[in-house]
């Protein structure tokens, strides 16, 4: 499997329904991280959240774009310039 990923260390047995349970040897496809103790992913058609402390990541996340406060901020100030044009 190509792409971001992780293997599972040990089991972690899902508790919740956002979490992604599985067993040591599963190779995880990695979808976005959650803070810095968590992560989202995807095995066997499932979805889900896991603690980073369970896995090893073999090919990390590309890293973040500019957040999604940063772009609604950043739309506001053109389309504000764009009526007001600084001299």
């Known amino acids: 499997m190509p792409g ?10 899902a508790t919740e329904a956002e979490d992604l ?4 040897g599963d190779v995880i496809r990695l979808k976005e991280r ?3 103790e968590w992560l ?8 889900g ?3 980073v402390a369970f896995v090893e990541i073999i090919e990390h996340l590309p890293p973040p774009v500019a957040g ?5 901020f950043l739309v506001i100030v053109l ?9």
Do not use: M, Q, W
Request: proline share 7%.
């Open 79 to 87: 389309f504000i310039t764009s009526f007001f044009p600084i001299l």
């Open 49 to 51: 959240v896991f603690p």
């Open 4 to 13: 971001p990923r992780c293997v599972a260390r040990f089991d972690y047995e």
């Open 40 to 47: 989202h992913g995807e095995l066997n058609g499932k979805t």
């Open 21 to 24: 349970g599985f067993v040591a």
């Open 68 to 72: 999604k406060e940063f772009l609604a």
């Open 34 to 36: 959650v803070g810095d």
